[in-house]
């Protein structure tokens, strides 16, 4: 699906993924319907990536009061991985910094 490509090309596709699907959540639930997995498979294709907490909330809250029918699993699941995605950087973020410092210096001063 066209969204889960532009989802999967960095920060600025999943953001654009995002504002799309929630701009267009009526019109995509009533082209699909709550009886296919398609809504579900669109939630994980957009949100999978995220890895914020403020992504977290504000997936929830968007789908707080929408009924996702047989979605309903693929977003408890999008959730889910957020979370990890969230406690992954949190536990990553200083080494990653510290390797692409200590590496770009070192690069940069064989030059």
């Given at each position: 699906?066209?969204?889960?490509?532009?989802?999967?090309?960095?920060?600025?596709?999943?953001?654009?993924?995002?504002?799309?699907l929630?701009?267009?959540?009526?019109?995509?639930q009533?082209?699909?319907?709550?009886?296919?997995?398609?809504?579900?498979?669109?939630?994980?294709a957009?949100?999978?990536?995220?890895?914020?907490?403020?992504?977290?909330?504000?997936?929830?809250?968007?789908?707080?009061?929408?009924?996702?029918?047989?979605?309903?699993?693929?977003?408890?699941?999008?959730?889910?991985?957020i979370?990890?995605?969230?406690?992954?950087?949190?536990n990553n973020?200083?080494?990653?910094?510290?390797?692409?410092?200590?590496?770009?210096?070192?690069?940069?001063?064989?030059?």
């Open positions: 699906m066209v969204l889960g490509v532009v989802a999967s090309q960095g920060p600025q596709g999943q953001l654009l993924a995002w504002r799309h929630k701009a267009n959540w009526d019109n995509l009533t082209l699909f319907g709550n009886g296919t997995f398609t809504l579900g498979g669109l939630i994980t957009v949100t999978s990536h995220f890895s914020t907490e403020y992504d977290f909330k504000e997936v929830s809250d968007f789908f707080r009061y929408i009924d996702v029918g047989s979605g309903t699993r693929a977003l408890e699941q999008s959730l889910e991985m979370q990890l995605n969230v406690h992954w950087v949190k973020e200083a080494q990653i910094y510290d390797w692409l410092v200590k590496n770009s210096k070192t690069k940069n001063s064989k030059n």
